[in-house]
């Protein structure tokens, strides 16, 4: 099995790496496109800003190679964000496999949300063995907008996108490798796509 982590200018790299060696698999960190084409599944994690990093992956080629990958690919927080169509942070056209806005928090409640908030109406074989309501870690400022790619939704001051599916692109709003037993378990599942 080899799992690539695409390599960008984006951070929380590392605590990926060592929730996938928790469930005993070693990933390569590659902004390689042969590694990465060649690779059975790809993670697209990231913490950073949304028109930088989509800066970088255009001068790497990775923006091109990502939307054309056919294994399964998983974004996390940025990552997800970035498969979007586009982000209002930095007014960024992202990379459109899903149609979903990236949307900044308004109103009255504290931005970014931090800490674990529940998922719910969960809709992909991603959350095998994960239970309704379960608790989830996150740190974001903008969020995805619900739509027909939405596999589960989070409440915070409203109603929001915290997974989404296309095809063989997965992405995630939450953390998995910061969410204990239920993040683990949906790398799992992932793994076992």
Known sequence: MKVSIIKY??????????ALER??????????????KSSDKI????????????????????????????????????GMQLLCKSSEEGNTKCLGIFDNQI??????????????NTIYDLKSNLFEGIK????MYLVHS?????????????????????????????GVQFHPEKSSDAGQQLLENFIKL
Do not use: R
């Open 9 to 18: 200018n984006a951070g929380n790299v590392q605590s990926v790496l060592f």
């Open 23 to 36: 469930i005993g698999i070693n990933a390569t960190v590659t902004d390689d496109i042969s590694i990465l």
């Open 43 to 78: 993670i697209f994690p990231g913490v950073g800003e949304a028109s930088s990093a989509m800066q970088y992956l255009k001068e790497k080629k990775l923006d091109e190679v990502i939307v054309n990958l056919k294994q399964p690919v998983l974004g996390i927080c940025l």
């Open 103 to 116: 949307k900044l928090f308004t109103g009255d409640i504290k931005v970014p949300q931090i800490g674990w």
């Open 132 to 135: 309704e309501n379960e608790y």
């Open 142 to 170: 903008y969020y995805a907008e619900i739509s027909n790619h939405t596999i589960s939704k989070t409440d915070y001051g409203i109603k929001y996108s915290s997974s989404l599916q296309k095809n063989n692109f997965y």
